[in-house]
C-alpha cells in the first residue's frame, strides 16, 4: 500500500517546526528517521494531514555531556551514536543495547528520540532510558519541559507528549556504573524482542554491590524497573546465586501476557534467564570475575 495524501513541511528552525506544531496539532506527524512512521503510513495507520520533516533543522544532531548528564539530540542517528565515543564511555549500557536494534541499514536512519516518542513496548533504547532514570525533552512554541522516563511512558505506543510537541533530545546519567549489559531473545537477528532485560550495577572496592538497575520489557505495556531484582542485589557479593535470585524476583515480579508469539509463562522464563545472565555479564566487566557461588 502506499500512504493516504498528507501536505508536507520542511523547516529550517527549531522555532518554525514548533509553530507547525502548534498550528496543526494533532493532524500532524514528525519526520526525523522515518524507521516507524513511513510503515505506519504505507499500511494507513497513521493518516496525518500534516507530514513535519525536522531534518533541516539546525542544532538537533549533537551528543553532548552536561551536567552530569549525556544528551542526545532528535536528529542523531542510532549507527551514529553506537559509535559514539561519549555514549561509549559514559552510557556505555546504551551502547550496548542499540547493536541489537533492528538492521544497520534501519538503525542508519533510524534516531534515538523517534524510537522514544513512538513508545514500542519492545525497544531497546526506551528500555535503557527508563533502566537509568534517564530524561525527555519536549519542547512546544513558547517552552519546554523534561519529563522523568517513568513519568512519559504511559502505556502502549503511548507517551505523554503532547500534540503539539517535538522530542527534541533525551538525557541520561553520565558514568556511575562499572558494569552494564543487555540481553534480549528474539525469534530471529533483527526482529523485536520477545523480553530484553538492561543491567547496570555499581561495587565497591570489595565487590558488593551498592546499586543495581534492573529493566525488563516485552512482559508488559511498557518498560519497566524491577525494583524487587535491584533489592535483592543490593548489599550482594558478585556472584551467581545473587543473579540467579535477581532472576527470580524478576520472574515473580513480572504480569506477562500471553499472545501469538510466546505465551506468558514462556515470556516469565526468558524474563528469569535474562535477567540471570545480564547481571553474570555485568558483574564480570573489568576482569574481577564472579564467583561460583
Known amino acids: 500500500m502506499k500512504p493516504a495524501p498528507f501536505r508536507y513541511a520542511a523547516p529550517r528552525t527549531l522555532d518554525e517546526a514548533l509553530a507547525v506544531l502548534s498550528q496543526h496539532g494533532a493532524e500532524a506527524k514528525v519526520l526525523a528517521g522515518g524507521q516507524s512512521l513511513v510503515p505506519l503510513l504505507n499500511l494507513r495507520l497513521a ?15 549533537a551528543v553532548r555531556h552536561e551536567d552530569g548528564w549525556v544528551e542526545i539530540g532528535a536528529l542523531v542517528r542510532q549507527w551514529d551514536a553506537e559509535r559514539d565515543p561519549l555514549v561509549r564511555s559514559q552510557v556505555p549500557l546504551l551502547a550496548q543495547a542499540l547493536g541489537y536494534v533492528a538492521h544497520p541499514q534501519i538503525r542508519a536512519r533510524g534516531t534515538l528520540c523517534g524510537s522514544v516518542a513512538h513508545a514500542d513496548p519492545a525497544a531497546e533504547i526506551p528500555l535503557v532510558l527508563t533502566t537509568l532514570g534517564g530524561e525527555v525533552v519536549a519542547a512546544r512554541a513558547g517552552g519546554s519541559r523534561t519529563l522523568p ?35 534480549e531473545f528474539s525469534p530471529r537477528e533483527g526482529d523485536f524482542a520477545l523480553v530484553a532485560v538492561a543491567v547496570a550495577l555499581r561495587w565497591d572496592a570489595g565487590g558488593r554491590i551498592q546499586e543495581a538497575r534492573v529493566g525488563v520489557s516485552g512482559v508488559g505495556p511498557t518498560a519497566r524497573r524491577v525494583v524487587e531484582a535491584e533489592a535483592a542485589l543490593a548489599g550482594e557479593e558478585k556472584s551467581r546465586s545473587a543473579a540467579q535470585r535477581a532472576g527470580e524476583a524478576v520472574a515473580a515480579a513480572v504480569h506477562a501476557s500471553g499472545d501469538v508469539h510466546a505465551s506468558a509463562e514462556y515470556r516469565r522464563h526468558l524474563a528469569r534467564v535474562l535477567t540471570e545472565r545480564a547481571v553474570v555479564q555485568a558483574m564480570a566487566i573489568g576482569g574481577e570475575g564472579v564467583d561460583a557461588q
Do not use: W, Y
Open 149 to 183: 522516563a517513568e513519568a512519559f511512558f504511559l502505556d502502549l505506543f503511548t507517551t505523554a507528549l503532547a500534540s503539539d510537541e517535538l522530542v527534541t533530545a533525551i538525557r541520561l546519567p553520565a558514568g556511575g556504573f562499572q558494569g552494564t549489559a543487555f540481553c
Open 47 to 61: 493518516r496525518p494531514e500534516l507530514v513535519v520533516d525536522i531534518n533541516r533543522v539546525a542544532g538537533l544532531d
